[in-house]
């Protein structure tokens, strides 16, 4: 199956890595420029994600965007 066009691909997470816990994090689909469309994501991963970047530099590291999602 391929992607539309006019579809954004979301082969890419963007993620935030907590400064206190190491290896925890929470993770986003994106694309490879780190932008998330929040209205792929439910209720509960989008307040995650208001969450995470509400505290960048208190409870996460500035987000990356890391490797390619498995399909």
Excluded: K, W
């Excluded at 290896?23 to 994106?30: D, H, I, K, N, S």
């Excluded at 929040?38 to 500035?62: I, K, M, Q, T, W």
Aim: hydrophobic share 40%; charged share 20%; with cysteine.
């Amino acid at each position: 199956m391929t992607t539309p066009a006019h579809a954004p691909a979301h082969n890419y997470l963007l993620r935030f890595e907590s400064l206190y816990d190491p290896g925890r994090a929470l993770m986003f689909p994106c694309d490879e420029g780190g932008q998330v469309e929040l209205d792929a994501l439910s209720e509960p991963a989008r307040c995650n994600y208001f969450y995470a970047r509400a505290v960048v530099g208190r409870e996460f590291g500035l987000p990356a965007v890391v490797g390619e999602r498995p399909h």
